[in-house]
């Protein structure tokens, strides 16, 4: 009594490891989207706080050209000035830390005539320590 074909336990077989392929597949593609998720949540954190503090650099600007003489702080930013090349000109340094970072800020470097401003630079700077990793930090941990 020789019956061609599969069986009925090799289809079975085959079956239950489609699905384990299956579930294996889902598994990992939702711990991609998790990190992936906490990643882009970061990155609009960093945008956010870096936009925030952009209209906060606007607004200590705008009470530096508003103002009669340099002070020496504004909003707690303390600020440093330097003699420009003619007595008019005066230019001014000073950093904003970013919402949310530790670590990172806005440099804005100004130089101010009267009743305008030039900007000279106005970049994102991080102030965290970088620390190389070679082969042998590698493998020690």
């Keep these: 009594m020789n019956r061609g074909g599969i069986g009925v336990g090799s289809a079975s077989i085959v ?7 299956l579930t294996i597949f889902s ?13 882009v949540s970061a990155e609009a954190e960093l945008v956010s706080g870096y936009y925030r503090a952009d209209a906060a650099v606007e607004i200590i600007l705008d009470e530096l050209l508003s103002a009669d003489f340099i ?8 600020i440093n000035f330097e003699e420009g090349l ?5 230019i001014v340094n000073f950093t904003y830390p970013l919402y949310n ?8 470097r100004v130089a101010i005539d009267n009743n305008s401003y030039e900007l000279l630079s106005w970049r994102l700077i991080d102030n965290a ?9 590698i493998l020690l941990s």
């Design 15 to 21: 079956l239950i490891f489609a699905v384990l392929c």
């Design 71 to 78: 002070p020496t702080s504004i909003q707690g930013i303390s």
């Design 27 to 39: 598994l990992i593609s939702f711990i991609v989207t998790q990190n992936t998720k906490s990643l």
């Design 86 to 90: 003619s007595s008019e000109i005066n």
């Design 101 to 108: 970072s530790e670590s990172k800020e806005i440099f804005v």
């Design 129 to 137: 320590e970088w620390v190389a990793e070679n082969e042998a930090n």
